[in-house]
């Protein structure tokens, strides 16, 4: 009965062990680097360092972050190409680095790296200064059509979701005489919208946030199916007549050949900070809806949404 009772004890503890506490002390590398093409304050470097303080005690890990800025992506990806496969260097992953790998010739595309896990899709905004002429999409479209030449509308580099968004606005609004100004990263974006520079800008709610918050901001419209929950008021591009719809999907990228564990860790460890209260506080806030996907669905999310980008680029003849 003695020894029954010691058994069942042990596999009390070891339960107790495999659910609680570090789950992950077993991970191979203790310091591991995120990069990102982002700048500071960008989309996906808020979403990197947001999660890595709540993500790092899950895996047993210390994350840094690190901002590898230039060609649209291109220097990021090579870093993470010829980085070990060890589990100790990842990538954030955004359509930005299918579309750069698409449209340019850059020494290391997406096909040399291996998706591991997608975490959030985030819907896309346009917004404008809170004291700009503009009060809704329409009132933009139409004052680009009046005055051929003098609309200036920001977004994101030429391989970016943000300018496939704009591109698309322009195509079904019939606006062709208007400045697109490109930028590298949503910070700067927001400070030439913050100034006036610019009719308004296209990013994601969570690179605002503070400048809403502080009434310096207005959101024109969002580019979703639905209306943002956060935004109830806001009406989508759709409702406004313009019917572009695109999701930003979110994930960790890594180099090629990853061994089993590392993947299984990334893929036990997302769902538990997903579920983290005190995260979901965070993207809750942040308006990003979660969307995990394992490697294997996240592969296969991958190809798909690089053959749709492919298609949309020959569609508009900027690639054969």
Known sequence: MLRKRIFVLLLAVVFVASVGGTAFAEYPIKNVKLITHSSSGGGTDRFLRQAVSLLGPIMGVTFIVENVRGGSGAKAMAALAVAPADGSTFYGSTPTFLNTSLLSKPAYTFRDLEPVVNVFFDPMIAYTAAD??????????????????????????PTSLEQQIVQQLKQISGVTDVNVVSFEGGGDLMLNVLSG??????????????????????????????RISGFPDVPT??????????????????????????????????????????????????????????????????AKRAEDIEAYFKGIGVIK
């Open 197 to 226: 520079r610019l009719d308004f800008g296209i990013g994601e709610p969570g690179e605002i946030l503070s400048q809403l918050e502080a009434g310096k901001l207005r959101i024109l419209a969002t580019f979703t199916d639905k």
């Open 132 to 157: 700009s002429r503009f009060k809704s999409m329409k009132e933009v479209v139409n004052y680009a059509k009046k005055n051929p030449g003098k609309g200036k509308w920001g977004t994101g580099t």
């Open 237 to 302: 591009a759709t409702e406004q007549g313009f019917g572009v719809v695109i999701n930003k999907f979110r994930g960790i990228v890594g180099p090629k050949g990853l061994p089993a564990n590392v993947v299984k860790a990334w893929e036990e460890a997302i769902p538990k900070l997903l579920a983290s209260p005190e995260y979901k506080a965070i993207y809750v806030k942040e308006n990003l809806v979660p969307a995990f996907m394992d490697q294997k669905t996240y592969k296969a999310y991958i």
